[in-house]
């Protein structure tokens, strides 16, 4: 699909991530609309032009809302990005006890409930949608798993269930959307410098990096943001779970 002038929705593209994939898109040429519960206001154009909505990916109501005004200001999405999400880490038997329930509720709420939450209501619109070239393509849907998602750590049990969550949902997704023409494929990023990542301690980021086979760093946003790019642009990229993690294998 040619990204130019065409609307993009990217969730949790205030920071990290989703925000490189924002600019990125926005190069190309999109519309962009960012979903992001972090902003304190609703509805505003930030410095480099892309529309910003307060939203809470958990909420049917908070997304249709946001959905509205995304269509309203560039005209109906064909191209979904979800990178919303948070961070946790915790022992299910930890020094002070056993696990809140809600905390691994929380986790897989926004980051698994919440990516479904916005697939499928974007998809309510796209599959409506014109065809935009002979394969009869409407739209694409980039998901956000991970390598914990596939080889999960001590300590990030609920993270772990969550993305690989996404990561079951890519090949169940693209088969039912292709009667639609909406192509859907997930990313499995390793370790990304985001602000997500340095939550995490100097020791544990320091043990992490050493693992990493090559190049021997953290991943850059845009990295992400340009196979971002290249999945919208190939249609042949569809029901695939993508590394993108320097031939990391976490231990």
């Known amino acids: 699909m040619d990204i130019s002038d065409h609307a993009a929705i990217v969730t949790g593209g205030a920071s990290g991530l989703g925000r490189a994939t924002a600019l990125r898109l926005q190069k190309a040429g999109a519309q962009v609309a960012v979903f992001d519960l972090s902003f304190k206001d609703h509805n505003i154009i930030d410095d480099d032009g892309i529309l910003c909505l307060r939203v809470d990916v958990t909420s049917e109501e908070s997304v249709m809302n946001a959905l509205a005004s995304a269509t309203a200001a560039h005209g109906p999405a064909r191209i979904l990005i979800n990178c919303a999400g948070i961070l946790e880490s915790q022992r299910v038997l930890g020094r002070d006890g056993v696990m809140p329930l809600a905390n691994f509720r929380r986790l897989v709420d926004v980051h698994l409930v919440g990516t ?135 231990s």
């Open 116 to 250: 479904f939450n916005v697939i499928r209501l974007f998809a309510d619109v796209a599959h409506n949608l014109d065809p935009v070239n002979a394969d009869g393509e409407r739209g694409v849907i980039i998901n956000t798993s991970s390598v914990a998602g596939l080889e999960g750590q001590i300590g990030a049990v609920s993270y772990s269930a969550a993305k690989a969550g996404i990561a079951g949902m890519t090949l169940p997704l693209a088969r039912e959307m292709a009667r639609e023409g909406i192509r859907v494929v997930a990313i499995a990023p390793g370790m990304f410098g985001t602000p997500m990542v340095s939550g995490l301690s100097d020791k544990a980021q320091d043990r992490i990096k050493a693992d990493i086979p090559f190049p021997n760093r953290m991943g850059k946003p845009d990295e992400f943001a340009n196979l971002v790019q290249q999945i919208c642009e190939n249609p042949m990229l569809n029901g695939e779970i993508i590394r993108l993690d320097a031939a990391i294998r976490m």
